[in-house]
T-cell receptor
């Protein structure tokens, strides 16, 4: 079955870059996503990438996709304290998404 | 444009009672998805609905759970005879008909079963 895995925790210093990694197993996934969840809140769609792309950049966010290794990463440049949250990787199609367990990003001053 | 609305935000039920969770999609969105998040886990897909139709319910437990999205009004996720294991955050997402791969989530309903 489908499985999405992420490391649980990441700490970075304010101003540094953060890189959050994710691996997935379903090679038929059409889209891969990054969502952000702040405490007590819902999920905010940050960005997504089509499976036929290998990179997407959106302001401070860069998504890299290695389809051969089924590896997805999210790089946040110039990380700020407001970036502290849980980041979920997800893969799927137009019907349902399969989520990882989330990476808790802590930004240290 | 208001986002996806869910209510109540918090719901406490005793074992054996019924829980009704409501979701109003974003304006113009006709596709609704329900997910469940257990503590310290990712979201698990439950059901995908369009107006008056269940499209995919492969993630729904076979008993006690049902969902609907009527022609008028919000989508409802109904849990009958709740048990402690139903305690979780239930999230609704919606997408527009032309961009079904973009799912926008509501703030969730946190259900606690005592």
């Amino acid at each position: 079955g489908e499985d999405v895995e992420q490391s649980l925790f990441l700490s970075v210093r304010e101003g540094d870059s953060s890189v959050i990694n994710c691996t997935y197993t379903d090679s038929s996934s059409t889209y891969l996503y990054w969502y952000k969840q702040e405490p007590g809140a819902g999920l905010q769609l940050l960005t997504y990438i089509f499976s036929n792309m290998d990179m997407k950049q959106d302001q401070r966010l860069t998504v890299l996709l290695n389809k051969k290794d089924k590896h997805l990463s999210l790089r946040i440049a110039d990380t700020q304290t407001g970036d502290s949250a849980i980041y979920f990787c997800a893969e799927g199609s137009a019907r349902q998404l399969t989520f990882g367990s989330g990476t808790q990003l802590t930004v240290l001053p | 444009n208001a986002g996806v609305m869910q209510n109540p935000r918090h719901l406490v039920r005793r074992r054996g009672q019924e829980a009704r969770l409501r979701c109003s999609p974003m304006k113009g969105h006709s596709h609704v998805y329900w997910y469940r998040q257990l503590p310290e886990e990712g979201l698990k897909f439950m059901v995908y609905l369009q107006k008056e139709n269940i499209i995919d319910e492969s993630g729904m437990p076979k008993e006690r759970f049902s969902a609907e999205f009527p022609k008028e009004g919000p989508s409802i996720l109904r849990i009958q005879q709740v048990v402690r294991g139903d305690s979780a955050a239930y999230f609704c997402a919606s997408s527009p008909p032309s961009l079904t791969y973009e799912q926008y989530f509501g703030p969730g309903t946190r259900l606690t079963v005592t």
